[in-house]
């Protein structure tokens, strides 16, 4: 391995019986897949089957030059994890120095708060901002995974305090890239922990006079919808810091927010994410794309070494090179001042009238979709599946979601959460209920009127969200608080309530964490239930099945577990629809 400026060449002899080949060619045999390769003298090598586990992957993450592979600096520690198996390999000093460095990164400073903060830091965020110093000293792009409420915004103020004091008059905007629900919520921090930062919010429709004031703000706060539609004149913008809040919005790389994000230009790049992994190990590319371009090659490759392989030695390679660039930490690692977090599931029972009406149309789409699945195959017939199991989960919530003459009959879902909110009104508690059908919170807020239960109410069409928040955390008079799981799942600090209702199961049990973490993060001070309603013997007990394959996704990577899920099948179908 030699040294360049900010990159490393690798070189390889390879031999065959005495015959050499050049090193960037084998490699690229083994992207291709090809079983042998043609030799110097003519004659046919024959490629060893365990070399496309061994050198495959680092095919895909080096730039063939020559007779050499070359290497970006951000790509040191997955270089080193790759050649860890190789009985000889010479590294010149340099690169001796770097690998040291990322060896020993947990050896990481923990920083004090800078001049200027209003707050104190936990330990663990001191840690946070040390590491966020550290991959500025390297001039890394990182991505800070804390569990969703343990403060990546207070951490990243507390880094931007620190950058813009020390840059003195030099200072250069940072853009922070948020959810629209997340807006109100970063200007609070912002202008609670940092007063001293001058804060400009980029959105609006009279937005376009705003990017002549970039340079006298120091947090240009906008959205992605916004960077989507502006990405021709941001990129004109060099800030010093590009920070994108819930960075899973740009896990599917081919989308125009991803394109758009990797336009921008900026010294230093951020990630901030409790769910780095939703689906696949596929969304890290599109993340790390944005913060180290190239670092783990083509895309193509990348998904074919972490998802198609039965071998687990690549993603836990892979686990190894990203550990620097990565900072996960857990609420049980961390915040020990937390109080406990206690999730359950109460199974519903249907009413006859409910049950009859599920079980003709679970038969119906059963008779109907596996014979279509069986003609035309299940990627051809995935929206037809889809459809069925919304109809499904809408009349396990309740029959009006699919006739609204329907309203004032009962549901299994309504005869358990009411007693429970009264109940827990009386004992002096407060609660959020989340649904992912606006239509089935309109149903509860019907019913909750009847019973004369105060409440407050927020989906995706509330433009007031700060006041809506702020009556429900300060009026006691105010118990429950009515959600729409996408408007609401992130961002919003509702630590006043210790009771979590999820009317509606879906597949990915992430999004069901982060809507229970409105409750459980740090300023909560009492032990936060979690309930799950689940209709018994219907496809919402399926989901939550497959719920639990996905459990282990998300630490294929984060935690180097050795199981992935599996894509939909012809098979799970079936046991959807049983």
Known sequence: VKSGIDWFELHADVAFDGEAVAFPELLSALVRGDSTIRLDDGSLGIIPAEWFEQYGLMAGLGVAEED???????????????????????????????????????????????????GHLRNYQRDGVGWLRFLQDFRFGGCLADDMGLGKTIQVLALMQGRVKANGNDRRPNLIVVPKSLLFNWQHE??????????LEYTGIERSKLRDQFHDHDLILTTYGT??????????????????????????????????????????????????????????????????????????????????????????????????????????????????????????????????????????????????????GLAKSKLHVLEALLRLRQVACHPALLDESLEDESSA????????????????????????????????????????????????????????VERFQTDPDCGVFLISLKAGGLGLNLTSADYVFLLDPWWNPAVETQAIDRAHRVGQTRRVFAYRLICQDTVEERIAELQEKKRTLAEAILKESKSLMKQLTAKDIEMLFS
Request: charged share 30%.
């Open 68 to 118: 050499h592979l070359r290497f970006s600096v951000t790509q040191a520690g997955l270089l080193d994890a790759l050649l860890a198996a190789q009985p000889s390999v010479d590294f010149d000093e340099q690169f001796q120095e770097i690998r040291s460095k990322l060896d020993h990164f947990e050896g990481v400073s923990s920083l004090p708060e800078p001049d200027g903060f209003q």
């Open 190 to 199: 912002a202008a609670r922990f940092t007063p001293d930062l001058r804060t």
């Open 227 to 376: 960077l989507r539609r502006d990405v021709h004149s941001l990129r004109e913008v060099t800030f010093d810091y590009v920070i994108l809040d819930e960075a899973q919005t740009i896990k599917n790389a081919g989308s125009q927010v991803a394109k758009a994000a990797r336009l921008l230009q900026a010294n230093y790049r951020l990630a901030l994410s409790g769910t780095p992994v939703e689906n696949h190990v596929g969304d890290l590319w599109s993340i790390f794309e944005f913060l180290n371009p190239g670092m783990l090659g083509r895309s193509s490759v990348f998904k074919s070494y972490t998802t198609q392989t039965e071998e687990q030695e690549s993603r836990e390679l892979l686990a190894r090179g990203l550990r620097p660039f990565i900072l996960r930490r857990t609420k049980q690692q961390v915040a020990n001042e937390l109080p406990e977090k206690v999730e359950q599931t109460i199974h519903c029972q249907m009413d006859d009238d409910q049950r009859r009406r599920y079980e003709e149309m679970r038969d119906h789409y059963r008779q109907s979709l596996m014979g279509l699945v069986k003609q035309q």
């Open 413 to 468: 879902k309504l005869d358990v959460l009411c007693p429970h909110i009264e109940e827990l009104l009386e004992e002096g508690h407060k609660a959020l209920v989340f649904s992912q059908f606006t239509s089935m919170l309109r149903i509860v807020r019907r019913h909750f009127d009847q019973r004369n239960i105060v409440y407050e109410y927020l989906d995706g069409q509330t433009r007031d969200r700060k006041s809506r």
